[in-house]
């Protein structure tokens, strides 16, 4: 088995919050281990603090409590060995397609001739040579979130983070870039923590499967996922339908509590 | 009368490049907000292979139906347009003339225009026009330009350290709300009535459009470009080299057009108030010793003039902010 990449260690956060008394635990006791090279995916109702975590584990806020390792050696902060690709793009605007991939390399350092020249391969690797000079604009929601992985990759990681990027694209569009996400992931080799609300997608995309349920966000379980083969409609496997149905009435049972109490009047 | 145009833009809404109505063709704002909306089929083009090896045939298609109708049909509404824009000046014209002639008003106060245009050939000719001009000019680019060089550094500043924004705050509106024009005698009072005063007001009228555009500009960056760029391990500086200022640009901008307005605007009044050469000095003359047509000739220059400089502002703010459509 591969050693461990990631290592979550009993992470806690707790928010405080403006106006009311006690402060909002948003993530509580998680343990967690990703290994190298895999694809782990997160998945989880809105509001349980999947992206709390991504945050965590990309360094741009500290645990509470706990702590996250990375090759064993504990975080400070963002760091290149870690890329994210976020919902909504956060592509630079006034940048090209392939200036938006040079950023990254950019802030790694890379001399500038590499640079371009970096960036065009690793737009090619996610099917844009000939959009190079497109502004975001220009890019239909698809494409831009290929811009966005492009540049994720092309300052290589070793660790992808990625934050539902597929949720604001149309069914079509996500099932093609799933696809070709998989494509890749099997090409370079990446450990990627894959976020997402979509069942249908954890399970088609990761090798394991973290469920988490929310006030706080607690991860409840981790299911291997493994299909005979991936050849074919595996949407159709039904295997898949077994683990998409596990899932599915473990988030039911949540949802079910979680809405208990929120009928219930606290304090 | 100047507080009509105080309002700084709304970055909220970056949809519109110029907050203010423009002037200039919207034709063009209007092909490009339709191009700009690319058709969300464009990214369904196959994965994998075939993907890679597409040229952007197809994706050129999609992202550009406001040239769908043709080269043909496109001159066709412009020149339609350019009419209808030019029959309304025309007809504005014709009354001008004709309402004189015909008894309409009094054509000692409101002299036909044809007279009017001569009025303004002769004192071109004579050269008062270009002295007066001249001087107008000097004053206005030099408090313009300086209020850019004093103002958007300024603005960075402020709209970096929050602190100070939320310090500074309330006294910016409430400058921002006193009327510039309100101000003069004091400007008057302090520097005296030669060009120092004059500059002095036109640098400070055009400051505050410049300053509070260029402060929210700072302030109402994306966040999630600044998380980004974060993530990527970028320092406080290049985060702000690379990110911050290049989003600002267009807010920046808007804040420079509607100041190019103010400086031309103010200075009217600074020049009505004690000045020896000048548009509104050559207004105001005119209009004392009741050389009516002068005074035409003169507020005619002034707005063509005022007229030029805003188009020439919107050329240049297009150009920067041409990625600002979505």
Known sequence: MSPVKIAIRDVGKVFRVRGADRPFTALEHIDLDVREGEFLTLVGPSGCGKSTLLDLVAGLTEPSTGEILIDGRAISGPGLDRGIVFQQYALLPWRTALGNVEFGLEAKGVPRRERAERARHFLGLVGLTGFERRYPHELSGGMRQRVAIARSLAFDPDVLLMDEPFAALDAQTRESLQEELLRIWGKTGKTVVFITHGIDEAVYLGQRVAVMSSRPGRITEVIEVAFDSREGDLRADPAFGEYRHHIWTRLRDEAATAHHEEATPVG | ?326
């Not at chain 2, 680019?141 to 103002?151: K, T």
């Not at chain 2, 500074?168 to 005698?185: C, D, I, K, Q, W």
């Not at chain 2, 520097?191 to 400070?204: A, N, Q």
């Not at chain 2, 005119?286 to 050389?291: D, E, G, L, S, V």
């Open chain 2, 1 to 326: 009368m100047a507080d009509t145009l105080t309002t700084p833009a709304t970055p909220a809404t970056p949809a519109t490049p110029a907050t203010s109505a423009t002037p200039a063709g919207p034709t063009a704002s209007a092909a490009s907000a339709a191009s700009a909306s690319s058709s969300p089929s464009a990214g369904l083009t196959a994965p994998g292979a075939p993907d890679r090896a597409a040229p952007p045939y197809g994706v050129r298609e999609t992202s550009a139906p406001g040239r769908a109708p043709g080269r043909g049909g496109v001159l066709l509404a412009r020149a339609r347009l350019v009419a209808q824009r030019v029959t309304a000046v025309l007809l504005l014209l014709a009354v001008w003339e004709a309402a004189p002639r015909a008894g309409l008003v009094d054509r000692v106060f409101v002299p036909p225009v044809s007279e009017v245009a001569a009025a303004w050939w002769d004192l071109a000719l004579g050269g008062a026009l270009g002295e007066h001009l001249a001087a107008s000019l000097a004053r206005s680019l030099s408090g313009f330009g300086l209020a850019i060089v004093v103002a958007i550094p300024l603005g960075l500043l402020i709209g970096w350290y929050k602190p100070v924004a939320d310090f500074l705050g309330p006294v910016l509106e409430l400058f921002r709300n006193t009327s510039a024009v309100a101000l003069l005698p004091v400007f008057v009072l302090i520097f005296g009535l030669d060009e120092t005063s004059k500059i002095t007001f036109v640098l400070y009228a055009c400051t505050w459009p410049i300053l509070l555009n260029t402060i929210s500009g700072v302030k109402t960056v994306e966040p999630l470009l600044i998380k980004s760029a974060r993530s990527l391990g970028l320092g406080p500086v290049a985060l702000f080299q690379k990110v911050v200022l290049p989003a600002a640009v267009p807010t920046i901008f808007t804040g420079v057009r509607l100041a190019g307005a103010y400086a031309i605007l103010v200075l009217l009044f600074a020049e009505m108030v004690g000045a020896k050469a000048g548009l509104g000095f050559l207004i105001n003359d005119a209009q004392a010793n009741f050389r009516i047509h002068d005074m035409y000739a003169g507020i005619i220059t002034i707005s063509v003039l005022g007229l030029l400089f805003n188009l020439l502002l919107v050329t240049v703010e297009r150009r920067f902010s041409t990625w600002r459509t979505t």
